[in-house]
């Protein structure tokens, strides 16, 4: 069955950097395209970044684009996040998501920018 696995979440200084990883399994990374979101305390949850099957990026939202690159490794199954000059406003719970049907999620991953 689908299942994705989020990892890499940490507490980390403004400015540091973080790289998220979302391993699946039951499907191949390759033939769909694949989401970042991510959920702030008290807050709903927003598109982060999506990659198409194409490797082409999609979509990065503005809050992070400059900032924030989505990446995907065929050959492990595996989608990245990488997060640069972090701050408080990413304070988050990171989901990646398989769009498969109506969707998969995972069970997310904290990030945590404090000073």
């Known amino acids: 069955q689908v299942q994705l696995v989020e990892s890499g979440g940490d507490t980390v200084h403004p400015g540091g950097s973080l790289r998220l990883s979302c391993a699946a399994s039951?499907?191949?990374?390759?033939?769909?395209?694949m989401s970042w979101y991510r959920q702030p305390p008290g807050k709903e949850r927003e598109l982060v970044a999506r990659?198409?099957?194409?490797?082409?990026?999609?979509y990065i939202a503005d809050s992070v684009k400059g900032r924030f690159t989505i990446s995907r490794d065929n050959a492990k199954n595996t989608v990245y996040l990488q997060m640069n000059s972090l701050n408080s406003e990413d304070t988050a719970v990171y989901y990646c998501?398989?769009?498969?049907?109506?969707?998969?999620w995972g069970q997310g991953t904290q990030v945590t920018v404090s000073s």
């Open positions: 039951g499907f191949s990374v390759s033939s769909y395209a």
């Open positions: 990659i198409s099957t194409s490797d082409g990026v999609t």
């Open positions: 998501k398989a769009l498969i049907g109506p969707g998969y």
